[in-house]
């Protein structure tokens, strides 16, 4: 496995901080040790590998949206958990995906043009409409059009969140089409090992995922969408042997939760969540979590979000639990997209009538496909799936599909915390000593550096979209 990362144009500089130099300047910082000619083998692991890390590590997963979706919970250093953010707190996100992700996959796209390796550039779109997802998740309206081009765009504007879905769902089409089973060979894929087939299943799953972001705004948009997949034939993810995920090395290369645990004992798995798997006796409880150190009565205990330190502090380190081993293992995978969320999914395109099909079987498929993404037996799945509260209800789909999405996500925090907002489900309170005044966070706030250096265009991004703080709803966060 190929971790060698090789920058490229740039290093050490921010693809949004460059507003207050001229363009010549750009010509001039340039990396004398970066290759002129990289290898796009190289460049595919290392973006791949650089926004893993980013999607599952500490500021955009453990230390913000895990604890927003309160999958997570803090029982030390408790301001994240109670919304307490300063303009830096999330510019990581957008910082590595615009600096390791977007340039480097541009630079794929333009190799794989003048080498003539159509896949090279199907697997760079696939990707860069991944990135390009999670930022407009996240923020909202982000520099997209301009942002692939640093030479000639400096300031970048800001495209609304609905151009930027309705444009990624355009790259992905596009994808399929450079994406062949016949045509060249590619190295360096760290997640299917250059298996086109099934980068074409990631891209159509991929246009399901963001057709449903749309779909409370833009129905016909969305059902279009699903048309031209099933048209196109290529499917969906259909096993959790086709999970996009990379599943990480030994050290130093392990999982960024992995990593974080060797040094750090501030993460608790979060009460909300060990209560409702208690309540359904689910059995993913002992995976999601760890016994408490110290014997109690539950063995499983979560932490309230969103304590005062003290509060936190007093139900000490031993009593409570830590997130489970499966999740804190070396080896453990980043998920970007599970099979049992394209089933669920599915089972949302067909409850809104986007696609033919049985929206209870597919839910029920769903569920099954989570349990056994960790290894359930037969008999426990057929227990859950009869338990009342977990049956499918057809009155209330967003309800049934969105609770048990949410636990299907566990650990993908920037995806939980989308689909809780489009979805309403679960009904999650806000932080015990939340700053929020009562209300929970719906994004992300800008870097600071936009203001200072792209200030112009995040002037206008916040009078089209509203005020830069985390209350602001999103344009596909309707309800």
Known sequence: MKLKYTSIILSGTLLLSLASCKKELVKVNVNPNATENPLPDYLLTGVIKNMADTYWGTDNNMNSSLLFAQHWAKIQYTDPDRYIYTNSSFQSLWTTSYTKGVINLNKIISIADGQGNTNYKGVALVLRSW???????????????????????????????????????????????????????????????????????FANSLRLRIALRIADREPDKAKQVLADVQAEGSGYISSNGEIAQLVYVDSPNQNPISNLFDTRDDYRISKTIVDQLFALNDPRLPIFASPTKDATPQTYVGVPNGLLVGDASSLGLTKTSKPGTYFLAPHAPAVIISYAEVLFDQAEAVARGFIAGNAADLYNQAVTASLQQYSIGNAAIATYLNTAAVKYDASNYKKSIGNQKWIALFGQGLEAFAEWRRLDYPQLKPAVAGTLNGKMPVRFIYPGTE???????????????????????LWFDVN
Request: proline share 3%; no cysteine; hydrophobic share 35%.
């Open 451 to 473: 203001q200072t250096l792209n200030g112009a265009s995040y002037q206008a991004a916040v009078a089209n979209q509203g005020p830069d703080v985390l209350t602001t709803k």
């Open 131 to 201: 990135v390009f997802t999670l930022l407009t998740d996240q923020y909202g309206n982000i520099p997209y059009k301009q942002a692939v081009n640093i030479d000639q765009n400096l300031t970048p504007v800001y495209d609304t969140q609905k151009d930027v879905y309705f444009a990624l769902l355009d790259d992905l089409k596009a994808a399929q089409t450079a994406l062949s089973t016949s045509g060249k060979g590619i190295s360096g894929d760290v997640i299917y090992g250059g298996n086109i087939a099934s980068w074409k299943k």
